[in-house]
């Protein structure tokens, strides 16, 4: 059933890599970003917070096939910029999970920020230091659970790359299937990388949620 396979193997394996690549870099900078919108929107004034919920809503509520597709095409043609398509994948996913993770961290904040500030300042420490030493740590701890969501669901948002020329692991299932005329066996293979994938990082997240969640302020990884 699966005898075509063999001669595809390195298609598919480029195809999961370029995955895992854009994957891991959209989640990590998108952490790192939307910590920073997170703080922006509670503690940086109402422009700034006006500012940043117009960013969320844009990546929010439009679909990220358009976002690849004006990055790839719209952005090069209004402005004398010029960058390689691994540019546009990396970019977008990480400014799409960036929306996404800001309402993760924001809520997080606000279920700890106002306890643990006046635990801090009652101890001698800077607002500032109370917010990087204890309540930015606590907050990262609460949020994993809706962080390994994003993981899977960037994962197979990963699929829109097909649509600005990339070979990511969709791609190599539609290739297998334009070049062998076999359908179902194709998209069982690819099927069952992305659930394995999934499957053996959603549960080692669990497994560190297990061990960093808070007392009292749990949250049922789903």
């Known amino acids: 059933m699966f005898e075509f396979l063999g ?27 939307g ?9 940086g004034g109402r422009v700034t917070s006006s500012v940043i919920r117009v960013y969320v809503e844009f990546f929010r509520g439009s679909p990220l096939i358009i976002q690849l ?19 546009t994948a ?10 996404y ?11 700890v920020a106002q306890d643990q500030m006046d635990a801090g300042l ?11 030493h204890v309540i930015l740590p606590q907050a990262f701890r609460i949020v994993i659970p809706a962080w390994t969501n994003e993981f899977c669901s ?3 948002s990963t699929s829109a790359l097909g649509f600005v020329g990339f070979m990511d692991l969709t791609g190599a299932g539609r290739s297998i299937v334009g070049s062998e005329y076999i359908v179902l066996p194709a998209w069982i293979i690819i099927a069952a990388i992305y659930l394995a994938w999934i ?10 949620y297990e061990k960093k969640k808070i007392p009292g302020l749990e949250i049922s990884p789903v």
Do not use: C, H
């Open 154 to 156: 960037l994962t197979k």
């Open 7 to 33: 001669p595809y193997l390195p298609t598919i394996a480029d195809g999961l890599v370029l995955t895992l690549e854009v994957t891991v870099f959209g989640l990590f900078a998108g952490l790192g970003l």
């Open 101 to 111: 993770q800001k309402g993760y961290i924001k809520g997080a904040l606000q279920t």
């Open 199 to 208: 499957t053996a990082f959603t549960k080692i997240a669990d497994i560190v």
């Open 35 to 43: 910590t920073l919108l997170a703080l922006g929107d509670i503690y």
């Open 90 to 99: 990396f970019t977008v996913f990480a400014l799409n999970s960036a929306a």
């Open 69 to 87: 597709i004006l990055a790839q095409y719209a952005v090069p043609a209004l402005l004398p910029l010029r960058y390689p398509p691994l540019v």
């Open 122 to 132: 009652s101890v001698g420490m800077s607002g500032k230091q109370t917010l990087w």
